[in-house]
Structures are given as structure tokens and as C-alpha cells.
Nanobody, 115 residues
Framework: QVQLVESGGGLVQPGGSLRLSCAAS????????KGWYRQAPGKQRELVAV???????NYADSVKGRFTISRDNAKKMVYLQMNSLKPEDTAVYYC?????????WGQGTQVTVSS
């Protein structure tokens, strides 16, 4: 069983930056695909970025060139560096681990982009 805890959310002005962190415990960290999802009010949860167990990454078109997902296997941490933030990036951001069709989720962290 994997437990995930996100941190790093907050209020930021448009054009600003935030780095989200996801601390993992339980499971074999390196064997999971890891991702960040977000859910804005009244909208469905959507994929933001994913990094495979092999290290390849994929991003939603809306965040390409602005967000970067990374991992630290030794620390069992996953990060989402978010630059050039826009009001439409406002959402609750969730950390996700996947393996063999099983999904694990954190509790989410709120990101608000507003002047």
C-alpha cells in the first residue's frame, strides 16, 4: 500500500512559480508510474504530467514548456515545478501513483493563481 502526501500549494500571482512536492511511503517507489493531476471547480480531474518508471515524461498540452515533473528515488519524492502560472492553472493538484491498474492518490494541494 502506498501513501502519498502533497505539499507546496498556495496563492501566487500570474506569471509566478510554485513547486509541488509529493512524499511517498510504502510500496517499491521505483516501480510505479507517477503523475500529477488537477481538478478545477466544476471540472473533471485531468492529467497534468506523468513520469514513467523508466523516466520518460509526458505533459498536457496546456502546461508544456511551463511545468516540469521530476522524481528523487532516494528520497521517495515527486515534484512538479510550475512556472509562468496562469489563472487557468488554479485547481487542486493531486499526486498519483499507478502500477498494474491500481491507482493511489494523495489528498491534494490547492493552487490558486490570482492577482
Amino acid at each position: 500500500q502506498v501513501q502519498l502526501v502533497e505539499s507546496g500549494g498556495g496563492l501566487v500571482q500570474p506569471g509566478g512559480s510554485l513547486r509541488l512536492s509529493c512524499a511517498a511511503s510504502g510500496g517499491i517507489f521505483s516501480t510505479y508510474a507517477k503523475g500529477w493531476y488537477r481538478q478545477a471547480p466544476g471540472k473533471q480531474r485531468e492529467l497534468v504530467a506523468v513520469i514513467s518508471s523508466g523516466g520518460s515524461t509526458n505533459y498536457a498540452d496546456s502546461v508544456k514548456g511551463r511545468f516540469t515533473i521530476s522524481r528523487d528515488n532516494a528520497k521517495k519524492m515527486v515534484y512538479l515545478q510550475m512556472n509562468s502560472l496562469k489563472p487557468e492553472d488554479t485547481a487542486v493538484y493531486y499526486c498519483n501513483f499507478q502500477r498494474y491498474g491500481f491507482n493511489y492518490w494523495g489528498q491534494g494541494t490547492q493552487v490558486t493563481v490570482s492577482s
